[in-house]
């Protein structure tokens, strides 16, 4: 059983900066790919960045390239997302997701519960 929990979401100025983490636990979860997707009011989740078991391979949607990075510790089975100059825009639900590839909610399979970031203008 894997189990996934973030931490980090609160609130902040627009152009400020959050930092979101994400444990995985379970057997193997060091060589699960892991992953950040987001959902606005009314909007479906989509995602935001990914990044392979080592760490090596990153993906980013467009509209947070440039201003947020994804990395990981596996020393830790833990991920992380540094988010920079922040946009109202950017205020959603986090969700980490483990144990697949894509950009699509359904390319895997280990979810948390998310954590809430609220940007203000």
């Known amino acids: 059983q894997v189990h996934v929990v973030e931490s980090g979401g609160g609130l902040v100025q627009a152009g400020g900066s959050l930092r979101l983490s994400c444990v995985a636990s379970?057997?193997?979860?060091?060589?699960?790919?892991m992953a950040w997707f987001r959902r606005a009011p009314g909007k479906e989740r989509e995602f935001v960045a990914a990044i392979n078991w080592s760490g090596g391979m990153t993906s980013y949607a467009d509209s947070v390239k440039g201003r947020f990075t994804i990395s990981r510790d596996n020393t830790k089975n833990t991920a992380h997302l540094q988010m920079n100059s922040l946009k109202p825009e950017d205020t959603a639900v986090y969700y980490c997701a483990a144990g697949g590839w894509g950009d699509t909610p359904t390319s895997f399979s280990y979810w948390g519960q998310g954590t809430q970031v609220t940007v203000s203008s």
């Open positions: 379970g057997p193997t979860v060091s060589s699960y790919s």
